[in-house]
């Protein structure tokens, strides 16, 4: 199996979207939990961008015993001095720096050209080499760059010394075919390829994170970066715990992840809990209904073999066990599992029933709960 290293940005990138700003104490709640479970590299902020999170990335550098503590900067010397002296306590401390390399950036973003971009990306790696030894650089809006030239940067930031190549799909515009060919594309012609880790950084625009990730972790990437939640900019990032599952459960893949899975469900509702933004009801492997089934065809397969609709145990993520919801689409298998539940074991005249009595019920509300249920069962003996 190959290790894939999972970089955590839900305090950076998670953290920039509005409505999502975390004080230096939550941040340190959840940067000790991502470290508890796991994660290999927490980028812990933006130490330029404001004093707070310069702060919260020195707080969480002093606190952080496992994963490598990173801080965003431009490429610009400025950001770098600062990043870096944020970082100074840190154990394993790593300068993530870079500059948007897609044409529309060159043109619209910095008015300049390749050349200009080019000269800018080698300094700021050689700058921030001089105050540590592991530097990540970042091609934004890799996604839309042309192979050739992001091949040449690349190569060049690895001589100045970055360690790290981040590709960012800045605007999620890539389909995961083509990400994994860019990936492809760099392993094949960036000729000091074998001195650096690529890192696949997925926006969600068109809800393609996850899956251009793992294409990316296909052809050759070593590290994914991934918000909790897949909180993030716009429609969001990568979400961590779909990749650390995709990986866990496709063994085939030949891929892992340092990540204890068992603590997922909990580190997701801390974030959402501090973050004040609920896990929307759906959303893969943390999401309320992720366990969840409803309707008499599924939950009767559920009870006889949780497999026949489920291809992840619900304990491997955190969450305690699947859940058989009592709506007007279930069937009697359902009813009598819940009824056995809570002490009531039914024969098949008193199933018949309490059927139709419970369908009456069920069809005038959304869900019948454990509290409602005896009430049925009583008034249908009647
Ligand atoms: O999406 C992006 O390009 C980024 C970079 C700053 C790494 O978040
Ligand atoms: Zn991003």
Do not use: W
């Not at 360690?163 to 000091?192: Q, S």
């Not at 429609?235 to 995709?246: I, K, Q």
């Not at 501090?274 to 309707?295: C, D, L, T, W, Y």
């Amino acid at each position: 199996m190959e290790h894939v290293k999972i970089f955590d940005t839900t305090l950076r990138d998670g953290e920039q979207v509005p409505g999502c700003k975390l004080d230096t104490n939550s941040k340190l709640i959840i940067a000790e939990s991502l470290d508890e479970m796991g994660v290999d590299i927490i980028e812990a902020g933006f130490p330029i961008s404001s004093p707070g999170d310069f702060d919260s990335v020195v707080e969480i550098s002093k606190l952080v015993k496992n994963a490598t503590v990173c801080g965003l900067t431009r490429a610009v010397k400025k950001d770098i001095d600062v990043a870096a002296k944020a970082l100074e306590k840190a154990k394993k401390p790593r300068i993530h720096t870079g500059i948007g390399t897609s044409e529309t950036h060159i043109k619209y973003k910095f008015n300049s050209n390749r050349n200009e971009i080019l000269e800018r990306a080698i300094s700021s790696v050689s700058y921030a080499k001089s105050f540590v030894d592991d530097v990540e650089f970042y091609a934004e809006d890799a996604g839309r760059t042309d192979n050739d030239f992001l091949a040449r940067i690349c190569e060049e930031v690895i001589k100045a010394g970055a360690t790290v190549l981040n590709i960012p799909d800045t605007t999620g515009y890539c389909l995961p075919e083509d990400y994994g060919n860019k990936i492809k594309y760099l392993k094949e012609n960036v000729r000091n390829i074998e001195k650096a880790t690529i890192s696949c950084h997925c926006h969600n625009d068109l809800g393609l994170a996850t899956a251009n990730s793992i294409s990316g972790v296909i052809n050759g990437a070593r590290q994914i970066e991934c918000t909790i939640n897949g909180v993030g900019e716009r429609a969001g990032n990568t979400s961590l715990e779909e990749v650390v599952m995709v990986m866990r459960q496709h063994k085939n893949l030949n891929l892992m992840t340092n990540i204890n899975s068992k603590l997922l469900y909990g580190v997701s509702k801390l974030v959402s809990s501090k973050m004040g933004v609920p896990v929307q009801p759906n959303k893969a492997i943390v999401g309320a209904n992720a366990f969840a089934h409803s309707s008499g065809i599924h939950q009767d397969g559920v009870i006889k073999k949780r497999e026949t609709y489920e291809i992840i145990d619900p304990k491997d993520v955190g969450v305690d066990e699947s859940s058989i919801v009592l709506t007007a689409r279930s069937g009697r298998a359902a009813l009598a599992y819940r009824a056995k539940n809570i002490g009531f074991d039914l024969n098949k005249l008193e199933l018949d029933k309490v059927y139709e009595r419970f369908l009456k019920v069920a069809d005038k509300q959304k869900e019948i709960s454990d509290e409602e249920l005896p009430k049925i069962i009583e008034s249908s003996k009647l």
